[in-house]
Every structure is written in structure tokens, then in C-alpha cells.
């Protein structure tokens, strides 16, 4: 079997790959990427038998790639650090998927299961995880937040936006003052899919339910409902104005 890995963080696909020569000797990785658009172009012409696929990319998701290459027919195991909503959907769809740190044993039942299903076609797996995504039936409305003083549960409606500092994130409510949380934009940016939230720059997240308008100046700003201005990346600019309008 020949696989492709998707995976921005070079660290974990270093751990990824080393962990694949140990347990599945005999699989040849054909080839990596780090973002979708570079996968996209490289799935096109090298067709292998599984992906590893990362949820969470710099420009974009793995959901992404599955759009951009409808009739991709390969076995998928989704890499999550997350184990939302979203990673349950997985279940219907995908051949598993492994949530950070993979574990080496988890990561060889994966791979026993992809060899069993290896040589059927996956396009109804992959119709059926577009549509389990689409339209997934119960989204927490709320969101737990720990910091170093205490645990926060918040309704996912107040969160104005959430901004990068370093690997922590700054939370922005309608009430409370701002939170300062020790995980990752990318962590919460997986927690919120579907809650109307969009990735407009690599330091901001947002919730279009609070944005109040776009400036047009430079590659664009978001002005939110607590008046905050938000800047727009020049690669997202056109996304933000299709999802405003």
C-alpha cells in the first residue's frame, strides 16, 4: 500500500512517519504536504491507497482537499488534536481517526483496517462525511475554557473572537473580560467549526454573527459588534467578503 500524510506541524509529522516505519515497515509514503492547496495538487497525480489526513492547516482544513478533489478514492485516517463534534462524524466515514499523540497501537489498528478495506472504492465513505459535517446533528453551544485560575463555561454565542499570542489564545466575550487560555488558536479553531466562525487571519478567528462591517482598505478589516478591528489576510479577503454578502 502506498499512503500521502497532510501535516502542518513539522514536528508531528516527523513523529508520524517514524512511528509508520515501526509499525507498517511495508507501506511506501509516497509523498507529504503541509497545506491544501500543495496536497491538492500533488493527490491529483499520485493517487495513493490511504491519507493521513490533519484536520486543522495553515490555509484551510482537510475538509478542503476532500472539495477541491471529489473523486478522490483513497482510505482516509483523519489526525485530530480535537475530540469535538466533529471527530464523532469521523466514525461514519473515515477508516478512523487518531487524535495527538498518536498512539502507536491505535495507529496499527488503523492501518489493519485500511489493508482490510484496501481495493474498495471510498467515494460513499467520503459523500457521507461531507454530508455528516454539513449538516451534523447536535453542536455544543457552549465552550469550556481553563485557565490558571478557573474553568470557564461560556455560551459559544458571546465569543466575539479568540487571537493568537504565541500558543496560547485570548478569548473576546460580549460580557465577560477577555480570557487568556494555554492551548492554540488552531485547537479552538477546530472546537468552533460550525458555529460560524472563520479563520480570517493567522492570529484571528472570528464569529461572523458579531462582525458589523468590512473596511476595504488594504487587504481588509473586520469591525465587531465590541468594536474591535480585526485584520483580514489578503489570501481570506475574497472568502470574507463571499461569506458577508
Known amino acids: 500500500m502506498t499512503a500521502f500524510i497532510v501535516e502542518d506541524m513539522p514536528e508531528a509529522l516527523a513523529a508520524l512517519t517514524s512511528d509508520l516505519h515501526r509499525v507498517a515497515p511495508d507501506l511506501e509514503i509516497i509523498g507529504t504536504a503541509a497545506g491544501v492547496i500543495d496536497a491538492a495538487k500533488q493527490l491529483r497525480s499520485l493517487k495513493p491507497d490511504l491519507l493521513f489526513l490533519d484536520i486543522m492547516l495553515g490555509d484551510g482544513t482537510g475538509f478542503d482537499i476532500l472539495e477541491l478533489i471529489p473523486d478522490l478514492d483513497a482510505q482516509i485516517i483523519f489526525i485530530t488534536a480535537s475530540d469535538e463534534f466533529a471527530v464523532r462524524a469521523f466514525r461514519f466515514a473515515a477508516v478512523d481517526y487518531l487524535l495527538k499523540p498518536v498512539d502507536q497501537e491505535a495507529l496499527r489498528e488503523a492501518l489493519q483496517r485500511a489493508r482490510t478495506r484496501h481495493g474498495i472504492s471510498s467515494a460513499d465513505s467520503l459523500e457521507l462525511l461531507r454530508n455528516t459535517i454539513r449538516q ?20 459559544v454565542r458571546e465569543v466575539i473572537r479568540c487571537e493568537a499570542d504565541g500558543n496560547n489564545t485570548r478569548f473576546f466575550f460580549t460580557e465577560e473580560r477577555p480570557v487568556f487560555v494555554t492551548k492554540t488558536l488552531k485547537h479552538y479553531q477546530g472546537m468552533l467549526e460550525g458555529h460560524h466562525f472563520i479563520r480570517v487571519h493567522q492570529s484571528h478567528l472570528v464569529n461572523l454573527r458579531h462582525v458589523v462591517e468590512f473596511k476595504k482598505v488594504d487587504s481588509g478589516y473586520l469591525r465587531m459588534t465590541n468594536g474591535d478591528e480585526v485584520p483580514v489576510a489578503s489570501r481570506k479577503r475574497a472568502e470574507v467578503i463571499d461569506l458577508l454578502r
Not at 457552549?142 to 474553568?151: A, M, N, Q, V, Y
Request: no cysteine.
Open 136 to 155: 451534523p446533528e447536535v453542536l455544543p453551544d457552549r465552550i469550556s475554557l481553563h485557565t490558571s485560575e478557573k474553568i470557564l463555561v461560556a455560551p
